[in-house]
């Protein structure tokens, strides 16, 4: 079991930037990797950023250049840096941990971007 506790999300306006924090109940050593789903209202859910435990990254296109997935290892905490933020990126932000073919979830934290 994985248990996932994600933080940061909110309100912003657009070009302005937040942070999501995920910190796991089990050593990122033990996860094959971590990341960021998001799912807007009327769209399917969406990969946005992964990252593994041996800090291999990939992002979806329309986040290149703005968004950064970091680890910290030490506190089993995978961050989001989202900078640059427009208005389509507003959507519920999802962690996520997959430790052999289980995929855990967060609860889900809301982020708004105002234009």
């Known amino acids: 079991q994985v248990q996932l506790v994600e933080s940061g999300g909110g309100l912003v306006q657009a070009g302005g930037s937040l942070r999501l924090s995920c910190a796991a109940s089990?050593?990122?050593?033990?996860?094959?990797?971590m990341g960021w789903y998001r799912q807007a209202p009327g769209k399917q859910r969406e990969l946005v950023a992964a990252i593994t435990s041996g800090g291999r990254t990939n992002y979806v296109d329309s986040v290149k250049g703005r968004f950064t997935i970091s680890s910290d290892n030490a506190k089993n905490t995978v961050y989001l840096q989202m900078n640059s933020l427009k208005p389509e990126d507003t959507a519920v932000y999802y962690c996520?941990?997959?430790?052999?073919?289980?995929?855990?979830w967060g609860q889900g934290t809301q982020v708004t971007v105002s234009s």
């Open positions: 996520y941990a997959l430790r052999g073919t289980t995929a855990y």
């Open positions: 089990r050593s990122f050593s033990s996860i094959n990797a």
